[in-house]
């Protein structure tokens, strides 16, 4: 994202980046002043701030409302089964022990509820293993565990275009989070359009699975770091450009559309 700011101010937008944790914030001076934001980080101060530009008015890519459900596991997951997505089972528990009855099926993956980028994911096989994970007072949020090939599978959106990249997890080198492209077939291109159209959204990343030929979708991101995607930094500069003119000249962006960078700012 810093490059796709340069490139944009380099062909004349006015790019500012926010970052709320660097400075104190009087609420009272809130307001909108960009004709465009982009929240590329939901952290908590991030998101709130960008809840309350939101509220006044402000039009923001990826939508707040959006950003705010796909940064809960539980609500997305339930929006994506909605929508005919292909999901591994998913359970929601107050208490790890209530999901013991479940491992009489095979193991679970256990996921923070509002985690990113695969930190903390375990997966727990046994009674022991299941009581040793501790979630504090935040919902247990597990998903049926489904063996893969040792890749995943990421689909890249970014305007009506998708892009394959298959990754290793987890990814130590430079190499490996750049991944290698793919070809997506026809099965994988629906999913991923069907997850965009689940939200209404055309910026995002799906992280899909495949197992014994069968695909799973365990994770949806609104704005992905699009490593491996060739020739990102144009496409995202021209993407975030032009919905930036659309803004400034009072057009319509559709829901699914939103430039400031919150956590990330900007202006045209």
Do not use: W
Not at 211 to 239: E, H, M, N, W
Request: charged residues 25%; contains cysteine.
């Amino acid at each position: 994202m810093p490059a796709v700011a340069q490139a944009l101010a380099e062909s004349g937008v006015m790019v500012d980046i926010i970052h709320p944790v660097d400075r104190m914030v009087d609420l009272s001076e809130v307001r909108v002043e960009h004709d465009l934001y982009v929240l590329r980080h939901t952290s908590s101060f991030s998101l709130s701030l960008a809840g309350a530009l939101h509220e006044l008015g402000a039009i923001i890519v990826n939508p707040y409302p959006v950003s705010v459900a796909l940064r809960d596991k539980i609500i997305a997951s339930r929006i994506l089964q909605a929508a005919g997505v292909p999901t591994p089972a998913t359970y929601v528990a107050s208490h790890p022990d209530q999901l013991l009855p479940l491992l009489d099926s095979g193991p679970l993956v256990i996921k923070p509820y509002q985690g990113a980028g695969g930190h903390h994911v375990r997966i727990v096989r046994t009674r022991t293993e299941l009581a040793e994970v501790d979630c504090g007072r935040e919902p247990v949020f597990a998903q049926r565990y489904h063996p893969n090939d040792g890749h995943d599978r990421k689909i890249y959106a970014i305007g009506g275009r998708l892009f394959g990249i298959k990754k290793v997890f987890p990814r130590r080198t430079e190499e490996e989070k750049q991944g290698e492209p793919f070809t997506l077939t026809p099965e994988l291109r629906e999913i991923a359009m069907r997850c965009g159209r689940a939200f209404g959204i055309d910026l995002y990343g799906v992280d899909i699975i495949e197992s014994d030929g069968t695909p799973y979708v365990v994770d949806l991101c609104s704005i992905p770091g699009f490593k491996g995607v060739p020739d990102a930094l144009r496409l995202l500069a021209q993407y975030f450009y032009t919905a930036a003119e659309r803004a400034a000249r009072g057009e319509p962006l559709r829901q699914r559309t939103a430039l400031a960078v919150v956590g990330g700012r900007s202006d045209v």
